[in-house]
């Protein structure tokens, strides 16, 4: 699982959603949008807006997915919610994996129920190059015991392990730099798949920051 705001999704993330696949070899994965982000700001666009962006973004490539759980869901939006219903069709034996980037990882302590996220899946953390720093007590009690060294040692267990990944494209991307050039009139080009980029356009998402 990759869940995100996803507003939009650009190409650091479905970079990283490739070569996570490659990296784990992994059957799929899945790419969720948070209906309501518990731990931010309400998005700029709707979900369901969000979820036609991250379609299109994704298109036909092997082994994403656009998974629409989260919108069908009343209030916030939790992983651990998600992690159970994907635990549930999946059964106890497969392995879990949720990825995040690294700043988004940097808040795990304070998100809900952090200890059942491991109970539910792995944690796999992908560096990104624009967000790097130490990080808070209260994370490192958590991870405790759970870092492993390399996939094989992760992938041996259904749930429970930490890995810290650095992907081959560490992109410097961010959805916010994204909004920032759609508000001022700039070019998203290179920074979002072409589809999501005419999308926005032809619809004036983002236009008024
Ligand atoms: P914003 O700038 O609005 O905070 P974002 O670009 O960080 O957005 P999110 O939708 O919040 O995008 O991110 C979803 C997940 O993807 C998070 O775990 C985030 O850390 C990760 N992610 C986002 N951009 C990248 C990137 N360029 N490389 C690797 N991971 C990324």
Request: hydrophobic share 45%; aromatic share 4%; charged share 25%.
């Amino acid at each position: 699982m990759l869940g995100g705001t996803f507003d939009p999704v650009h190409l650091g993330h479905l970079r990283s959603a490739v070569e996570l696949h490659e990296a784990l070899s992994l059957d799929r994965v899945h790419m969720v949008p948070a209906a309501m982000p518990p731990l931010r700001g309400e998005p700029r666009i709707s979900p369901a807006e969000r979820l036609t962006l991250l379609r299109l973004g994704i298109g036909d490539t092997p082994g994403l997915l656009a998974d629409p759980r989260e919108l069908e869901r009343e209030g916030p939006s939790y992983s651990a919610d998600t992690l159970a219903s994907l635990r549930e069709q999946y059964g106890r034996e497969a392995r879990l994996v949720m990825a995040l980037g690294h700043d988004a990882f940097l808040r795990l302590a304070d998100w809900h129920e952090p200890e059942r996220l491991f109970a539910l899946a792995h944690v796999v953390v992908i560096d990104r190059p624009d967000h790097e720093s130490a990080l808070p007590p209260a994370l490192r009690e958590l991870l405790a015991g759970r870092e492993v060294g390399g996939v094989e040692t992760l992938m041996a267990r259904p749930a429970g392990g930490l890995l810290r990944l650095r992907l081959p494209s560490r992109m410097a991307i961010s959805a916010t730099e994204v909004r920032r050039r759609l508000a001022a009139g700039r070019s998203v080009r290179y920074l979002l798949p072409e589809a999501v980029e005419a999308h926005i356009l032809s619809r004036g998402l983002y236009r008024h920051g």
